[in-house]
Nanobody, 123 residues
Framework: QVQLVESGGGLVQAGGSLRLSCAAS????????MGWFRQAPGKERMFVAS????????EYADSGKGRFTISRDNAKNTVYLQMNSLKPEDTAVYYC????????????????WGQGTQVTVSS
C-alpha cells in the first residue's frame, strides 16, 4: 500500500510563493508518474503538473506554466511543487497523486492520492 502525505500549504498574499511537498511511503514505491492536482470549492479537481519518476519529464497545465515548478527527490520518495507569483485564483486544496502505469492529466489514471493541503492566496 502506498501512502502520500502533502505538506507546505498555507495562507499567502498575492505575488507570494509556497513550496508544497509530497512524501510517499510504501513497501514498494515505484510510480511511473507523480502529479499535483487542485480543487477549488464547488469545482472539479484539476491537473496542475506531473513528473515522471524515471527521467524527470514534466508537464504543466497552462494555469501554472512559468509560475509553478515540479521536481522530485527519488532518494527521499518526495515530490515538490514550487509555486511562485501566486494569484487568488490559485486558492484550492492541492493533492498529490501517483500513477503506476501512465502519465495523463486525468484524475482517473492515478492510483493513489494524498489527503490534500490547503493553499489560500489573499488579494
Amino acid at each position: 500500500q502506498v501512502q502520500l502525505v502533502e505538506s507546505g500549504g498555507g495562507l499567502v498574499q498575492a505575488g507570494g510563493s509556497l513550496r508544497l511537498s509530497c512524501a510517499a511511503s510504501g513497501r514498494t514505491f515505484s510510480p511511473y508518474v507523480m502529479g499535483w492536482f487542485r480543487q477549488a470549492p464547488g469545482k472539479e479537481r484539476m491537473f496542475v503538473a506531473s513528473i515522471r519518476w524515471s527521467g524527470g519529464v514534466t508537464e504543466y497545465a497552462d494555469s501554472g506554466k512559468g509560475r509553478f515548478t515540479i521536481s522530485r527527490d527519488n532518494a527521499k520518495n518526495t515530490v515538490y511543487l514550487q509555486m511562485n507569483s501566486l494569484k487568488p485564483e490559485d486558492t484550492a486544496v492541492y493533492y498529490c497523486a501517483a500513477s503506476s502505469t501512465i502519465a495523463t492529466m486525468r484524475t482517473t489514471t492515478y492510483d493513489y492520492w494524498g489527503q490534500g493541503t490547503q493553499v489560500t492566496v489573499s488579494s
